[in-house]
């Protein structure tokens, strides 16, 4: 079946630091990957979203220069938080999907920042 | 404004009850699909359909694109059905999904 793994699960960086979060396909092409983020008591944003042989698209709010999003091959992606802060902790959630087909979730990267 | 509105906010039930959890959206959807969020927080894909009905188990979803709106029906409702259910719009191709804010459902005994 389709799957799709996200690590780390949980990570803690200091303020100021950056965070780098991969998400990986298996049983499927990620034609498309989406990245999302769950603040606290919050429902998911998109960051952006990431179409082979498309430039990354991103959503108002986020940035290229905060938030560079890797997409090399059909079963990986990658996503940094870069100079995190307070306001970037969260849930993050790749999404992925071969097509038009129903997306796929990963069990997402749970950021804190100390 | 909010794309994707859930009804009602929260839901408390007991064991054998059904469940009728509503979802609105402002604009024009080619797919409407249902999560359940577990306490760790990570997403379990329930029902995907674009237009229609679709079941599986306990779990009904209709979707109305024309009236830019869906439904997710829980039929004899047990305690682990209790948690918070995402309703996401998505528009046009490619994986960006809009989420509404979430339902959250309690099933007591």
């Known amino acids: 079946g389709a799957l799709v793994y996200q690590y780390p699960r949980r990570t803690i960086c200091k303020s100021g630091t950056s965070m780098r979060m991969e998400c990986q396909a298996v049983g499927f092409q990620a034609t498309s990957v989406a990245w999302y983020r769950q603040s606290p008591q919050k429902t998911f944003e998109l960051i952006a979203l990431?179409?082979?042989?498309?430039?990354?698209?991103?959503e108002q709010n986020f940035t290229q220069e905060k938030f560079p999003i890797s997409h090399p091959n059909l079963s990986f992606s990658s996503m940094t938080v870069l100079n995190a802060y307070l306001e970037d902790r969260g849930l993050y959630l790749c999404?992925?999907?071969?097509?038009?087909?129903?997306?796929?979730f990963g069990k997402g990267t749970r950021l804190t920042v100390v | 404004g909010q794309q994707v509105q859930q009804s009602p906010a929260s839901l408390v039930l007991q064991e054998g009850e059904n469940a009728e959890l509503q979802c609105n959206f402002s604009?024009?959807?080619?797919?409407l699909q249902w999560f359940y969020q577990r306490p760790g927080g990570s997403l379990v894909s329930l029902l995907s359909n674009p237009s229609g009905t679709k079941h599986t188990g306990r779990l009904t979803s209709t979707t109305v694109t024309k009236e830019r709106r869906g439904s997710l029906h829980i039929s004899s409702s047990q305690i682990t059905d209790s948690g918070t259910y995402l309703c996401a719009m998505e528009q046009g191709t490619g994986s960006k999904l809009s989420f509404g804010k979430g339902a959250k459902l309690t099933v007591s005994p």
């Open positions: 604009s024009t959807a080619t797919r």
């Open positions: 990431s179409t082979v042989n498309s430039a990354i698209k991103y």
């Open positions: 999404g992925a999907r071969t097509g038009n087909t129903e997306v796929f």
